[in-house]
């Protein structure tokens, strides 16, 4: 009985596993067929203002600021919200990245 279920649990999960990569790499196929008109799209609409380069120095002093004022507000210092910081810096850096490019 045990030995059914145990090989019914494998064989759904191949199932899923196999599911998956397909996804994964249609996902992947449809990322790099818009890869020309993603980088059109990026050219005319953000290079008019601040270029991407002059928007990221923007973008990581202000992420920077952001993240040393959350931790000094969170009460349990740097090192003790050290894993959420990683995490949200890189959200944030982008977020805030593509915004000053977009807007400016």
Not at 23 to 30: E, H, K, P, Q, Y
Request: proline share 2%; aromatic share 12%; glycine share 8%.
């Amino acid at each position: 009985m045990i030995g059914e279920t145990d090989n019914k649990n494998k064989n759904e999960s191949r199932k899923v596993a196999a599911l998956l990569l397909v996804l994964i790499l249609l996902l992947g196929a449809a990322v790099l067929l818009l890869l020309p008109m993603l980088s059109e799209l990026i050219t005319t609409q953000l290079s008019p203002g601040i270029d991407l380069k002059g928007a990221a120095v923007i973008s990581f002093f202000v992420t920077t600021f952001i993240m040393v004022l959350f931790a000094v507000a969170s009460g349990d210092g740097l090192l003790g919200e050290i894993q959420f910081i990683l995490g949200s810096f890189f959200l944030f850096f982008v977020i805030i990245w593509l915004l000053v490019a977009w807007i400016f």
